[in-house]
């Protein structure tokens, strides 16, 4: 990189001007003063204006020798490892927010850190300063052993596994060695400072990777005190851009992305990741995750493994969902209540009763007779066997995530990092809130303390506003059925009057075309409700004042799940579990307050609903999702380019174009869990009902990858890197949902689809032995006297028929117990009762057993950390046993120095004597 003494002498000069660049700046609000002000040069006073003007030549680099992917200060020697920007103000508090700046850089430099200030008119828009910081190897080594990273001290004689079977067979889907694993595997250690001789150092510039360089200068920034206010010390670059005293804080991207970096910058990995990873094209390649790691960090690097983990297990799920639906559609014309429904001598003889009251006239069964045929496709003896092969499923992509994590931690030397996240991750917002201060029994060392008392209000504000919005959900979800019984007897009126006592079949019942509006509505109010939520949630969160960092992730999580939990599922679940439960029968018909008839289902079930609902919930959120995270950052970053080049002869440099790009933001990996999350639960919870569900959402994932990927790359700032060893809180929620989702599976089998009452009459009811279902549908379809309408609810008009049927177990009109429950529907519901309880216990027995034959912890891996542990013990200790051995050297050379000479002094008196 250049001779030390040249780089010594560069920076001593770098520094004594940047001292005179800070004290003229600041001695006035604008960097260029209209005011005179003189200098000592020469012993002649010296307009500021002029002594500007030459600082400036001084300070300004050869435009045309530098390039604009430059990612060094001026010198090209010294690397730019993070990048402050600020703007000038001119309003009242301006003064204040100079000051700030003032004391911070200065205490930035008492760190050790080196900065660099880029004037205003060097900049495109002419408005921007950017302050680039460099944390030299001092530094670096100081604050590497502060927080503990770990670093490669000999390379491991372990070889990498092989994890998949038959690998070779997935050749086109792996990635070149050098991508994938771009450095070989090393045992490490923490690095001490005291110890540098003990590390694999080639290369000083080099050896801390660009991820830790920028999380030590964050961890530097977040803890530097700009001055004290009410007197409390005020401290963290979080502070200021809250306060618009910096208008961004970012570590620069090494690259353009389109193409390789030329020397003397480094390895372009931006270029790397797009060409390797962020490309569509690349959709079935294996992600380089080593190389992941490396420039994001492990905490952007673990989300990207759970997500390919959970796209790779979904495969298997979406092959066994569409081969089960594959089974409906060819045996949909087979279905023997599709063919008695559609049968004019059968269905067509069946006169159904009103819909709903008034308006609504009696119909035919068989103008469902296309909507019975659908129902099959979802209702059919397969999603038995579905819901059970997905409660194994889920049971299994858990435990052999638990493997997968194991093996990274291992990977990533995030073994011991649990004590490592709860002595460095303090938020310094807690820090400076804090009045109170305790010993830590851990530690021993005094750290600031917050009482329940002064958070018990705040808990109390957020219980409550997240209770108010959940409870917001529900009123607008009732808003939605209130809707959907309002349209539904225009839509039965307006599609039965011409086609209710012909033979017509249709696709779009009224259950249908009111469950497709319905549900579209419901989306839009979801995305609606979640938007405002975000926003106060997240507000909440910061008011509670959490003490560490994951704190805060884990109080925010609970919030927004539960918020979306309640949002995207609700109405999932009430036409799973209470739409068509508690109609009533003719005559005595429930309605919701008073004045709208409670909904029923199609006569072929409500399971057709809940898969349009799910269908169209689901499908919309993954669209409108993939939508907002390509084309919102991508059409915002040009605007800014647009806006921001104003003088397109000036230099767009590194720090610049950066700059222009949209910010990932704290919470950026937060949503992309959440979303996750949020499919992780279409998928297993009403998986019954739409076993297409893991295939839509394995496509959305292929795509979701490369998406992610593609905005990380080319449309965001670089994001602080951050150290995770797990998913977090995401985890136990997992697991939460797959024990629920075997309960909601089973109840929707039993109690939405049509299965169990098909098994109870043709094991208990049939007369006929060759086609033991033959005769369903009448016996499912109970009798109702017309003559017993109120008149009130009655259709307008007479008709020939005396009577009409409904979808009931209960006794005809002629019998002692009219309108009564019958013995078939006690059977029926006795007979779902069973099943619930024999499915749960089969699912959750093979869940246990499946748990505790698989370790959480793979035997290589355990075998492995073993080896690293006994290797870095062993090495450490040849290195101490070393340096000891050298010390007792070197001291033995000096006491034999030291004796000669005193020998030699005893000598020379005598022969004075």
Not at 468 to 490: E, N
Not at 659 to 669: I, V, W
Not at 804 to 813: I, L, M, N, S, T
Request: charged share 25%; aromatic share 14%.
């Amino acid at each position: 990189m250049g001779d030390p003494n040249v780089l010594e002498m560069v920076q001593e000069e770098e520094r004594r001007i940047s001292r005179e660049v800070d004290y003229t700046f600041n001695t006035s609000e604008q960097s260029l003063s209209s005011r005179e002000t003189s200098f000592l040069i020469n012993e002649e006073p010296v307009p500021a204006k002029r002594y500007n003007l030459f600082l400036r030549r001084r300070l300004m680099f050869d435009k045309d020798k530098q390039s604009k992917d430059s990612i060094f200060f001026r010198d090209g020697i010294r690397q730019i490892d993070f990048v402050l920007s600020y703007v000038d103000d001119v309003r009242k508090d301006g003064e204040t927010k100079a000051e700030r700046r003032k004391e911070f850089e200065e205490n930035l430099r008492k760190t050790g850190l080196e900065l660099e200030i880029e004037d205003k008119m060097n900049s495109e828009d002419g408005r921007t300063y950017f302050v680039k910081i460099h944390a030299p190897w001092e530094v670096l080594v100081t604050y590497a052993e502060v927080l503990g990273i770990k670093m490669p001290i000999k390379e491991s004689d372990i070889p990498r596994p092989e994890t998949i079977p038959f690998s070779f067979l997935l050749g086109p889907l792996k990635l070149a060695r050098n991508v994938k694993h771009p450095h070989p595997e090393y045992f490490t250690a923490q690095f001490s400072r005291y110890r540098q001789e003990l590390f694999l150092i080639e290369d000083k510039s080099s050896f801390f990777p660009s991820s830790s360089r920028n999380r030590i200068v964050y961890y530097i920034l977040s803890r530097c005190p700009f001055g004290t206010e009410d007197g409390k010390k005020r401290f963290g670059i979080e502070r200021l851009l809250n306060s618009h005293t910096y208008s961004s804080a970012y570590p620069l991207h090494d690259g353009q992305y389109w193409k390789p970096s030329e020397p003397p910058n480094p390895v372009n990995e931006r270029y790397i990741l797009f060409k390797n990873w962020a490309r569509f094209s690349y959709f079935y390649k294996e992600q380089p995750l080593d190389l992941i790691r490396k420039y994001y960090g492990e905490k952007i690097g673990i989300y990207f493994v759970f997500l390919g983990f959970y796209t790779e297990m979904l495969f298997l799920a979406a092959v066994v969902g569409l081969t089960c639906f594959i089974y409906g559609l060819l045996s949909m014309h087979n279905s023997s209540s599709s063919i008695e429904i559609c049968d004019p001598n059968v269905g067509g003889q069946i006169i159904m009763c009103p819909l709903c009251d008034v308006v609504c006239d009696y119909w035919r069964l068989n103008s469902t007779c296309w909507a019975s045929k659908i129902s099959h496709l979802f209702d059919n003896e397969s999603t038995v066997f579905f819901a059970i092969f997905m409660g194994i499923w889920v049971t299994l992509f858990l435990e052999f995530w638990k493997q997968r994590q194991a093996r990274l931690e291992y990977e990533w030397d995030l073994v011991d990092f649990e004590e490592e996240q709860q002595q460095l991750q303090l938020r310094p917002e807690f820090e400076a809130m804090c009045k109170h201060r305790k010993m830590n029994p851990v530690t021993k060392e005094m750290e600031p303390y917050m009482p329940l008392c002064s958070r018990f209000p705040w808990y109390f504000v957020s219980g409550a506003t997240v209770t108010l919005w959940m409870t917001l959900v529900i009123a607008c979800m009732v808003a939605v059925i209130v809707y959907r019984l309002s349209v539904f007897a225009t839509f039965a009126s307006i599609m039965e009057s011409e086609a209710s006592l012909k033979p017509v079949k249709s696709v779009l019942t009224p259950q249908i075309t009111t469950a497709l509006t319905g549900s579209c509505l419901n989306f839009i109010v979801i995305l609606i409700l979640n938007f405002f939520y975000e926003k106060i949630s997240a507000w909440i969160t910061k008011m509670e004042i959490p003490r560490t960092h994951q704190e805060y992730e884990s109080s925010l999580t609970l919030k927004m799940f539960l918020f979306q939990f309640v949002n995207f599922y609700s109405s999932c679940f009430y036409v799973a579990f209470f739409k068509g439960k508690f109609v009533g029968y003719p005559g005595k018909y429930t309605y919701l307050f008073n004045v709208w008839r409670s909904e029923e289902c199609d006569p072929g079930g409500c399971l057709i609903e809940l898969t349009t609902q799910l269908t169209i919930i689901m499908t919309g959120k993954q669209i409108f999702g993939n939508i907002q995270e390509a084309v919102y950052p991508l059409a915002l970053n040009w605007w800014r380019r647009r806006k921001a080049r104003t003088n397109s002869e000036k230099l767009y440099s590194r720090w610049e174009q950066d700059h222009d790009l949209e910010t990932f933001g704290n919470l950026g990996l937060f949503y992309e869990y959440l979303e996750t999350v949020i499919q992780f639960g279409f998928v297993t919870l009403f998986v019954a009902s739409f076993p297409l569900a893991p295939l839509l959402a394995l496509l959305n994932n292929i795509l979701e990858i490369r998406v992610d990927a593609w905005k990380l790359t080319t449309q965001y700032r670089r994001p602080v890197a951050a150290k995770a060893h797990c998913i977090g809180v995401w985890q136990d929620i997992l697991y939460g949902m797959a024990v629920l989702s075997v309960a909601s599976n089973a109840f929707i089998v039993a109690f939405t689809s049509d299965i169990i009452p098909r098994l109870v009459y043709y094991y208990a009811y049939s007369v006929n032995a060759t086609e033991p279902l033959k005769g369903y549908v009448n016996n499912s379809l109970s009798t109702f006297l017309i003559a017993d309408l109120p008149n009130n609810t009655a259709p307008m008009g007479k008709r020939d028929w005396t009577t009409c049927r409904y979808k009931d177990y209960r006794y005809p009109p002629d019998h002692e117990l009219k309108y009564f429950h019958n013995m078939q529907f006690w059977h029926v519901l006795a007979a779902k009762m069973t099943f619930i309880i024999v499915i749960e216990h089969v699912v959750f027995l093979v869940k246990f057993l499946l748990a505790w034959m698989i370790p959480d912890v793979p035997k290589d891996v355990v075998e492995r950390i073993k080896r690293e542990k006994l290797m870095t013990v062993k090495i450490l200790h040849d290195f101490e046993l070393k340096k000891l051995k050298e010390d007792l050297r070197i001291g033995s050379t000096e006491f034999a120095k030291e004796f000669m000479i005193q020998e030699n002094k005893v000598q020379l008196a005598k022969s004075t004597i």
